[in-house]
């Protein structure tokens, strides 16, 4: 009976393995050939969006950085994406460490609270929000927009922590304590440190989701406030022309030279 058991784990193992050996490359090609074709067409030396591309050349490539509403629009959203990472991970560091740390009423109501946005539909929560800022009169204002994008990175934010400030070893900052490191002292020498690469996790997943939310900023945005992923869905209703794919292809290019920087100080495996 033992040895039958045996026989059929083995195999069970052996079909997982090759299952896994085929499907990982069919998902890694899924998820970055979107990301090539675009590049690829960047490059294009015609006047269409197709690919592949008809020649080689970089002028959609200046045509990105010399139009004005493209740069603009990015400037804004990079902006607007770094202020609500900062808000958020200050929220989120306090709100995960009440809801990890303490005990109080209305724990589990306030922690399903924090996590909300993320099972609330974008298009009902942005709907919602406008209803309330315009009672405030903050709609349309880049005030209003802020709040929005905070409250939809925030989640990711307290979700991050969270599981990190679980899993830390709280030995080390009672044994601070006991050598009478004050409160602040243990938790910028021991604890900011543990957490870091939990904190470069959240800020990154952060400022993706800000940086590439358009719902939100359709509903709170402005004719002068317009970020990038508004501009481009603007854009593509009035023209198919390969400059939407240089803007495309740099947004890409910064998001590499990111993941580079973060690998360089702390490792990609510490941050997934």
């Known amino acids: 009976m033992a040895k039958g058991w045996r026989v059929r784990v083995d195999a069970a193992d052996v079909v997982l393995r090759v299952t896994g050996a085929i499907v990982r490359p069919v998902v890694y090609v899924a998820l970055s050939l979107p990301a090539v074709i675009i590049v690829a067409a960047a490059f294009t030396h015609g006047d269409t969006l197709r ?12 045509a990105a950085i010399d139009s004005a509403p493209f740069m603009g629009s990015l400037w804004i959203s990079t902006k607007l994406a770094c ?19 303490y005990r109080f009423r209305g724990r589990e109501a306030f922690r399903t609270l924090t996590l909300s946005p993320l099972v609330v539909p974008l298009v009902v929560l942005g709907l919602g929000l406008l209803q309330f800022l315009t009672w405030l009169r903050l709609n349309q204002t880049l005030l209003g927009l802020l709040a929005g994008h905070v409250l939809i990175t925030l989640p990711y934010v307290v979700r991050t922590l969270s599981a990190s400030l679980l899993l830390l070893d709280r030995n080390l900052e009672q044994a ?11 938790m910028r020498r021991i604890t900011f440190p543990l957490l870091m690469p939990a904190l470069i996790s959240a800020t990154v997943f952060a400022f993706v989701t800000s940086f590439g939310n358009i719902t ?15 501009q481009i869905f ?6 198919y022309e390969p400059v939407l794919a240089a803007v495309s292809a740099l947004v890409i290019g910064v998001t590499l030279v990111l993941i580079l920087v973060v690998e360089k100080l702390v490792g990609v495996e510490k941050v997934a």
Request: net charge positive; no cysteine; aromatic share 14%.
């Open 83 to 101: 202020f609500a990472t900062v808000l958020s991970l200050a929220l989120g560091f306090g709100a995960a460490f009440a809801i990890v740390r």
């Open 51 to 62: 690919f592949p591309p008809e020649g080689l050349s970089l002028r959609w490539f200046k």
């Open 234 to 239: 603007t854009y593509v209703e009035q023209s």
């Open 176 to 186: 601070a304590a006991n050598l009478r490191a004050s409160p602040w002292r243990v």
């Open 216 to 230: 939100l900023s359709v509903f709170l945005g402005t004719s002068g406030v317009v970020t990038l992923p508004v």
